[in-house]
Nanobody, 127 residues
Framework: QVQLVESGGGLVQAGGSLRISCAAS????????MAWFRQAPEKEREFVAA????????DYADSVKGRFTISRDNAKNTVYLQMNSLKPEDTAIYYC????????????????????WGQGTQVTVSS
């Protein structure tokens, strides 16, 4: 089992950058594929990015490709989401999620795959 705590959210102007983090508890963090999802007001939660246990495979939603980068540091039990060229439509609560997937080379954007979720961190982009 793993517990996830997001941090680093805040208010940023359009065109700016922000890095959010997700710290995981437990000694088997490197066995989990990790992902970021987001939920804007009055909208369904949507996939943003995912990274495999090793960091060797990543996937991104089309809406963030080229602007967001997911990365992980298994020694620190942390996954990051670097967000550049932010837009007002990126405003949402960002959730970290984990899927027990040791040695899996690929990742999935499918929300039901992820068993563990953090409480979320608010990102607000002003125009």
């Amino acid at each position: 089992q793993v517990q996830l705590v997001e941090s680093g959210g805040g208010l940023v102007q359009a065109g700016g950058s922000l890095r959010i983090s997700c710290a995981a508890s437990g000694r088997t963090f490197s066995s989990y594929a990790m992902a970021w999802f987001r939920q804007a007001p009055e909208k369904e939660r949507e996939f943003v990015a995912a990274i495999s246990w090793s960091g060797g495979s990543t996937d991104y939603a089309d809406s963030v490709k080229g602007r967001f980068t997911i990365s992980r540091d298994n020694a620190k039990n942390t996954v990051y989401l670097q967000m550049n060229s932010l837009k007002p439509e990126d405003t949402a609560i960002y959730y970290c999620a984990a899927d027990y997937a040791p040695l899996m080379a690929t990742v999935t954007p499918a929300e039901p795959t992820y068993d563990y979720w953090g409480q979320g961190t608010q990102v607000t982009v002003s125009s």
